[in-house]
C-alpha cells in the first residue's frame, strides 16, 4: 500500500513537471533592441515578472535586421518552446509563415494581427493613447504649437500621429502640429541624432511639446527637448525619469502585461487565438503620471485627462483610427 | 514663421549635421593624400564614438572622452597601418574589416558592460560638450539680418563645432606649407621618389594615418557625446562613407572638403526640413523624395559637374623598397 502511494506520488510529481515543462515561453523582441527604455524593455519587464512570479526561465533573441525574425520564431518553435512570443508589426509575415509549420505552438504577436488558429494577437488603440498625451501637449503649448516625431513612417505610427494631432486640436482648435518621420527602414528606430535633429527644427519653428514615437530614436528627441528647455511626450514605457522636469508625460502601451498575459495563459491552459485590442477602456494604454512630472500637470490638465478618458470610454469622443481608412482627418 | 528665419534655421541645422563630416573627411585626406585608402572612417568613427561615450560616462568629463575616442580611433589607424603598410595588404580590405570590428565589438562590449542591448548609459549633462553661447548673443537676436545668424548659427554650438572649422585652415596650413605636409603629398604621388630622397615612407605613412586617426576621433566624440548623449548601436549610419564621398568630390583639398562636406550637411537639413511641407503646385511631396536627394544630388554632382576626379596616383598601392 505503501509502495502504491509512494509511486502514485512519484506519478503525480512527473505528471506535475511534466505539465510544466509544457511552459517554455520564448519572445522575439523588435528590432529596437532589448533594452531600447521603450515598447521592448517592457516587453522584457512582462516577461521578467512571470520568471520572478512563477519561477519559469523564458528563452528571448533580439533580431538585429528585419530578415532574422523568422529565423528566430522557427527556431524556438523546432525546439519546442510554447508559447512564442513576437514583439514587433514587423514579424507579421514571418509569423504567419512559421505559425502555419508549428499549428501546436501557440504564438501571440503584439501590434498586429495573424489570422491563424494558434495565434493570439494583441493589437493597442494607440490613437486613444495618444489622445491622452496630445490633449496635454495641447493644453501645455503656450505658443499653440507642438511636435510629432516619428519613428518609421508606417500605418501604425501615422495612427499616433493621428490620435496626438485630435488631442491637441481638442485642447486648442487653432493647435499646430508638426510631423517629421525619421526614416523609412528599420534603422529609423535607432537614429537619435536624425531624431534629435527633426525636434530641433520642431523647435525652432516655435513647438513646445514634442511627442516621440519612435522607439530608442525617441531618446535622441527627449535629449534635444531638455537640452532647448522645452518638453517631450515618451512612447511605450514610462519615459517620465528620463528627464524629469523636461518629460512631460509618457503615452504607455501595456506591453509588458501582454507579455506577462500570454505566457501565464498558456501556463494555466487558457490560450485562446483571436485579437484583442486594448484601449483606454481595457487599460491598455494611458498616460503616465508620476513624481517626475507631476510638478508639470496643473490639476486643470489633470481634470481635463480624466474627461477625455470617460467620455472615450463612454463612446462620446471618438478618436479616429488611422489604420481604418489610412488616411487621418485633421 | 518667414522664409529668412526658416532658411536660418535650416543653415543651423546644417552645420550641426556637417561637423562629424568634416572631422572624418579631413581625416581621410591625410591619409589618402599619404597613398593610403581608408575606407575605415566609418570604424574609426563610430569605434570612438563608444569609448568617447563609455569614458564621459564612467568618468563625468567630457575631455577625457574626447581623449579616449581620439586613442581608440589611433589605435585602429595603426592596425589598419600595420597590415596595409608593413605587412603590406590590401588596404581596402583591411579597413572593410575595421568597419566590421567596430560594427561588432561596440556592440559586444556595450552588452557586456551595461547590458542595454549595445548602448551605453545616457551620459549626464556635465559630461558632454555643452553648447556655447557667445557673448552678445541674446542681445543680438532681434537685430535684423544679422542678429538669427549670430545667434542661431555661429553662437550656441559646442566647442568641437568650433574645433573643427579651425582644423580646415589647419589642416591645409599643414599639407601645403610644412615640410610634413610635403613630404606626406609627396609619398602619395611618388613613394619611389620619397625613398631616394632618404625619407622613411613607412614612417610617413604610418604618421599620417596617426593624425587621420585624431581627427576622426573627434567626430566619434561629436557624434556621442555633444550631438546626442549616449553611444547607440550602429549610430555612425554611414557618415564614413559620405565623407569619403565628400573628400573625392572635394578632389582631395582641405577648402573644398570644408565646402563639400556643408553642401552634404546643408542636403540632409533640407531633407530633414521639407517633410510634410506643401510645395506650391505639386502639395505634398512624399518625404521618401526628400530622403532620397541627397544621394541623387550626389550622383548628379559627381557624374557631370566636378569634372574628373583624379587620386593620388599612389592610393591604394602598398610601397615595396626593392624589388
Not at chain 1, 114 to 143: P, Q, R, T
Not at chain 1, 214 to 243: E, M, P, R, W
Not at chain 2, 157 to 183: C, D, E, H, K, Q
Request: glycine share 10%; charged share 15%.
Amino acid at each position: 500500500m505503501k509502495k502504491t502511494l509512494l509511486s502514485l506520488m512519484a506519478l503525480a510529481a512527473m505528471a506535475g513537471t511534466a505539465l510544466a515543462a509544457d511552459v517554455k515561453p520564448a519572445v522575439v523582441y523588435g528590432t529596437g533592441g532589448k533594452f531600447d527604455k521603450s515598447f521592448n524593455e517592457a516587453a522584457y519587464n512582462g516577461a521578467e515578472k512571470f520568471k520572478k512570479e512563477t519561477g519559469i526561465d523564458y528563452r528571448d533573441f533580439e533580431p538585429t535586421s528585419d530578415t532574422q525574425g523568422e529565423q528566430a520564431l522557427r527556431n524556438f518553435a523546432s525546439r519546442g518552446y510554447n508559447p512564442v512570443v513576437a514583439v514587433s508589426f514587423a514579424w507579421t509575415s514571418a509569423l504567419e509563415k512559421v505559425a502555419g509549420e508549428f499549428p501546436d505552438t501557440k504564438f501571440y504577436i503584439i501590434d498586429s494581427v495573424v489570422d491563424l488558429k494558434n495565434v493570439h494577437s494583441i493589437v493597442y488603440k494607440e490613437e486613444e493613447g495618444s489622445y491622452l498625451v496630445g490633449l496635454l501637449a495641447g493644453m501645455k503649448a503656450k505658443s499653440g504649437k507642438v511636435g510629432f516625431v516619428g519613428g518609421m513612417d508606417i500605418p501604425l505610427i501615422r495612427k499616433f500621429a493621428c490620435g496626438y494631432a485630435q488631442g491637441a486640436k481638442a485642447a486648442n482648435a487653432k493647435t499646430e502640429v508638426f510631423q517629421n518621420m525619421i526614416g523609412t527602414t528599420g534603422a529609423a528606430w535607432n537614429d537619435p541624432v536624425r531624431a534629435g535633429e527633426l525636434t530641433k527644427n520642431q523647435i525652432d519653428q516655435g513647438a513646445e511639446v514634442i511627442y516621440a514615437a519612435a522607439g530608442a530614436s525617441g531618446l535622441g528627441v527627449l535629449q534635444t527637448a531638455a537640452d532647448n528647455k522645452k518638453f517631450s511626450i515618451g512612447v511605450d514605457s514610462n519615459q517620465n525619469y528620463l528627464h524629469p522636469g523636461s518629460v512631460l508625460t509618457s503615452m504607455v502601451k501595456g506591453v509588458d502585461l501582454a507579455v506577462y498575459n500570454a505566457f501565464s495563459d498558456v501556463k494555466n491552459d487558457k490560450f485562446a487565438a483571436g485579437t484583442q485590442a486594448l484601449g483606454i477602456k481595457e487599460g491598455g494604454v494611458s498616460a503616465a503620471l508620476d513624481d517626475s512630472n507631476k510638478s508639470l500637470i496643473t490639476p486643470e490638465m489633470l481634470a481635463a485627462v480624466e474627461k477625455a478618458k470617460a467620455d472615450i470610454i463612454a463612446g462620446t469622443v471618438k478618436v479616429h483610427d488611422y489604420m481604418s481608412d489610412n488616411a487621418c482627418p485633421m | 514663421m518667414d522664409n529668412y528665419e526658416i532658411f536660418v534655421s535650416m543653415l543651423g541645422s546644417t552645420v550641426r549635421l556637417s561637423i562629424p563630416l568634416i572631422f572624418t573627411a579631413l581625416a581621410g585626406l591625410f591619409s589618402e593624400r599619404a597613398g593610403i585608402f581608408d575606407i575605415g572612417l566609418e570604424g574609426k568613427m563610430l569605434a570612438s564614438a563608444f569609448a568617447a561615450a563609455c569614458v564621459a560616462y564612467a568618468t563625468g568629463n567630457a575631455w577625457l572622452g574626447l581623449l579616449a575616442g581620439i586613442g581608440i580611433s589611433i589605435l585602429f589607424g595603426l592596425i589598419h597601418g600595420f597590415a596595409s603598410i608593413t605587412n603590406r595588404g590590401n588596404q581596402i580590405v583591411s579597413g572593410v574589416a575595421l568597419n566590421f570590428v567596430a560594427a561588432g565589438l561596440t556592440v559586444v562590449l556595450g552588452q557586456a558592460w551595461f547590458s542595454q542591448g549595445g548602448r551605453t548609459p545616457q551620459v549626464p549633462n556635465g559630461a558632454r560638450f555643452d553648447p556655447i553661447i557667445l557673448p552678445g548673443a541674446e542681445a543680438m537676436r532681434h537685430v535684423p539680418i544679422i542678429g538669427p545668424l549670430y545667434s542661431q548659427v555661429i553662437s550656441g554650438n559646442n566647442i568641437l563645432t568650433y574645433i573643427a572649422f579651425l582644423m580646415v585652415p589647419l589642416s591645409w596650413w599643414v599639407l601645403y606649407r610644412t615640410r610634413f605636409g610635403l613630404r606626406l603629398r609627396a609619398v602619395g604621388e611618388n613613394p619611389g621618389a620619397v625613398d631616394t630622397a632618404g625619407i622613411s615612407v613607412t614612417w610617413l605613412r604610418y604618421r599620417a594615418l596617426i593624425v587621420a586617426g585624431f581627427l576622426c576621433g573627434f567626430s566619434g566624440a561629436y557624434l556621442a557625446i555633444a550631438q546626442s548623449a549616449a553611444f547607440i548601436n550602429n549610430m555612425s549610419a554611414g557618415k564614413g562613407y559620405i565623407a569619403l564621398a565628400a573628400l573625392i568630390f572635394a578632389k582631395w583639398k582641405p577648402v573644398p572638403v570644408m565646402f563639400a562636406c556643408l553642401l552634404f550637411g546643408f542636403l540632409d537639413a533640407f531633407a530633414n526640413f521639407m517633410q510634410g511641407k506643401q510645395l506650391p503646385l505639386v502639395g505634398e511631396v512624399p518625404v521618401q523624395i526628400f530622403q532620397a536627394l541627397p544621394y541623387i544630388l550626389t550622383c548628379v554632382l559627381l557624374a557631370g559637374f566636378i569634372g574628373v576626379a583624379r587620386p593620388p596616383k599612389a592610393g591604394g598601392v602598398p610601397y615595396t623598397k626593392e624589388r
